[in-house]
């Protein structure tokens, strides 16, 4: 803890942070990616998570979802405590239901957008909520075309992913997590995958996102979007948080050598 | 008066239409369950040969090896009597003297059906290994159970990339019915066979039966040809 370098001395804490994260390492075999992550975001809050390539960012977000699971550590979203029970020097799930219930509060979109093939735009729109969630098949749809009007892809409802661009698909895919009414979102490099001229169509629909007030966790290279739209900067180098804080006074310089030399060599091309 | 080819192929006294329509509905039914069945055990093989325990991977592995590389006639032959030796053991043993014989439709269905099995594990394997692992976890992030990502995700994507290898497992399927003939199971080939010695017509009746197993082959493969097509239609650009 005393190595994390911090802009901020202290902010307003409300009651129950979104997500709250205590010693969090994960190992795959012998090899630590996460050595001890500690982290809260707030209601409202967008964080962007930057990192070099390998520092653990992906590990990190996916482990929020439980589509990694942690090897030690706590985990609560909204209070909420994540069971998680010893298992040999790892942790598994202690109870799935919670977990799926949890699922569809922090939802997650994808570098690679996986909307699912064989359903239609719409349909992809509807699967969580009507089949995890029970909601009615009517008003999904309703909020689901709603959505799609949105992301402007009304027109597009009936189309299927393998006829959209990439950020047609991954416009789509953020709406499909809007469906599930989720309390965070996740995104683990949203723009990565798309040719440079469709980047800004889908940054466009995550700064009104982050304008509406979202809680939104961004695992991002979009520099200039990371330093404009997020309320903190997490910075993580190799397994752990090496810098947070405002993103004007990290990007200002001096806060963290390493961040510095992170964002040299990114200007740098 | 010797009756003529549409006599004997005709519906009157003389006719072997009849017999030969039925038979034919024999060997639809028997190559339709056994696919079916084929399809459980080949789901059934698949899951084991992905199973992350090795000893369940060598039993899927021994599934699909011997039941490939075994004459299929020999998988008949072994059922059949193999089944029928069994069971009148068992009867004798409990007190009920005599030889019991199983229904040859059930046995057949059940050869059919584990050779078509060992075939189609293969392909279902291999389309579940086509999937993209990015659209099962993003199902898995959206808080689906693992039945619900395979009722919802995994089993339609399957079905649309094993459709068609299955086509040609089917036609295996229907033309293996004819081995069924062995064990006494009044299918086409048997019906043709019974035709031709009673009129001694062998090319004829050995003629048609072919062609009505062309016909068959050719529209039920019509029909897989149509939902392959329908399956596919969400992958084209
Ligand atoms: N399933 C896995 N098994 C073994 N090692 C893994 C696995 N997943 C990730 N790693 C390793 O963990 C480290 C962190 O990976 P991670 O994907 O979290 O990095 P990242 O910060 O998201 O990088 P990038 O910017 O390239 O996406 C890397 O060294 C990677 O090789
Ligand atoms: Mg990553």
Redesign the interface.
């Known amino acids: 803890m005393a190595s994390v370098n911090r802009s901020v001395v202290a902010h307003n804490t409300p009651a129950v942070p979104a997500i709250s994260v205590n010693d969090l390492h994960k190992r795959y075999g012998t090899v630590e990616v996460l050595k001890g992550i500690d982290f809260r975001a707030h209601d409202g809050e967008v964080v962007s998570i930057l990192g070099a390539s390998g520092s653990g960012k992906s590990t990190f977000l996916r482990c929020l979802?439980l589509?990694e699971l942690p090897s030690a550590g706590r985990l609560q979203i909204f209070g909420e405590k994540v069971n998680l029970r010893p298992s040999g020097s790892n942790l598994r799930i202690g109870d799935?239901n919670q977990?799926?219930?949890?699922?569809?509060q922090v939802?997650?979109v994808?570098q690679?957008f996986?909307?699912?093939?064989?359903?239609?735009v719409l349909e992809n729109l509807m699967?969580?909520p009507v089949?995890?969630?029970r909601r009615s098949r009517g008003q999904v749809r309703d909020e689901a075309e709603a959505m799609l009007k949105r992301v402007g892809l009304i027109d597009r409802a009936k189309a299927?992913?393998?006829?959209l661009s990439g950020g047609q698909q991954q416009r789509a895919?953020i709406a499909r997590a809007l469906v599930?009414k989720p309390r965070v979102l996740l995104f683990d490099e949203p723009t990565s995958a798309l040719d440079p001229e469709l980047v800004g169509e889908v940054l466009k629909v995550m700064r009104d996102l982050a304008a509406e007030g979202r809680t939104m966790l961004i695992v991002t290279h979009e520099m200039a979007f990371a330093r404009d739209v997020s309320s903190r900067i997490v910075f993580l180098e190799q397994g752990r948080i090496n810098a947070e804080g405002l993103p004007q006074e990290l990007f200002r310089g001096g806060v963290s050598e390493r961040f510095d030399q992170f964002i040299a060599r990114f200007n740098q091309g | 008066m010797t009756p003529g080819m549409f006599d004997l192929l005709g519906f009157g006294p003389q006719g072997w239409g009849l017999p030969l329509l039925q038979a034919a509905g024999i060997t639809i039914s028997a190559a339709l369950c056994g696919f079916l069945l084929g399809s459980v055990f080949g789901i059934g093989g698949a899951t084991l040969k992905l199973a992350r325990s090795p000893v369940l991977r060598l039993i899927g592995q021994a599934y699909t090896t011997i039941f490939r590389g075994v004459p299929e006639i020999l998988v008949v032959y072994l059922f059949y009597f193999g089944g029928s030796v069994v069971l009148t053991t068992l009867l004798n043993t409990g007190g009920f003297p005599g030889f019991y014989s199983l229904p040859s439709f059930v046995m057949g269905v059940f050869a059919v059906g584990i050779v078509s099995g060992a075939y189609q594990a293969e392909v279902y394997r291999s389309a579940y290994l086509r999937l993209?692992r990015?659209?099962i976890?993003?199902?898995?992030?959206?808080?689906?159970?693992k039945f619900?990502l395979l009722r919802?995700?995994i089993g339609?994507?399957t079905l649309?990339f094993a459709l068609p290898a299955l086509g040609n497992i089917w036609q295996s399927a229907l033309k293996e019915t004819s081995l069924l003939s062995v064990i006494g199971l009044t299918e086409l080939l048997r019906q043709a066979g019974t035709a031709a010695g009673s009129t001694r017509q062998p090319l004829l009746f050995y003629a048609v039966a072919a062609a009505m197993f062309l016909v068959i082959g050719r529209m039920t493969g019509a029909v897989l040809g149509r939902m392959e097509n329908h399956?596919a239609?969400?992958?084209?650009?």
């Open positions: 979802n589509l799935r977990v799926d219930r949890l699922r569809t939802a997650m994808f690679n996986c909307l699912w093939s064989h359903m239609t699967e969580a089949h995890v969630q299927y992913p393998a006829q895919a599930m | 993209d990015g659209q976890e993003a199902g898995a992030s959206c808080g689906m159970s619900l919802r995700i339609p994507q649309r399956l239609k969400p992958w084209r650009r």
